[in-house]
């Protein structure tokens, strides 16, 4: 198991970010059509996909959007995190085999609850695929 | 900028001709320990103050809670 980050509310400021990047396989687009039971055509039919106007098959806009809870969970505020509450915005569409990139930057943080609120942005060549504000609070 | 009231409605999903500084948890279905803490992150952000530990634990109403912020002698409204 890989260990996640274990900020504190005192070592968090607004202002911090962290980030990671990703490439989504076929095989992970597989698991999560089994996983979630969304098993569109879109996201598992190559010839189907074909005929659409994106041309071959798309990640799931849900599987792109599962890197905001890697992202509190696992790098800020990492262990400590209690999700509380997430948008997305799915705004451009991932490829198998892109490699995406997650940062999360602190926007506001309460000292007297725990909670933070995160701004989430996904980027695929620098452009913004999928974005959200994912509220969390750090557990003592 | 928003209102103590436009707040409330928000996040507590109720109208604003139904928010009275008397309602508690036990009036509204959508005040529970989660949205309770989102509640008061959003009257921080939004009013630019801080509440104490001691504050959000022992606040009963919403009345107690815009007293609160009118001690810090934000305007809410």
Redesign the interface.
Known sequence: MVNPKDLLLKDISVGDTASFSRIFTRNDVLAFARLSGDQNPLHLDEAYARTTRFGRRLAHGMLVGSLCSTLVGMYLPGKRCLY??QTLFFRKPVFIGDTVVVQGVVR?K??????L?IGVSITKDDEEVLTGIA?V?VLI | MRTFNNIVAEVFKISDAEIHDGLSSKDIPEWDS?NY??F??EL??EFDL????D??MTTQCLGDIRGIIEARGKKHG
């Open positions: 509380l509450s506001a309460s000292e007297s609850t725990g909670v609120e509220t609070q | 989660m803490l989102l008061v992150a921080e952000k801080s509440f104490s530990m504050e959000v």
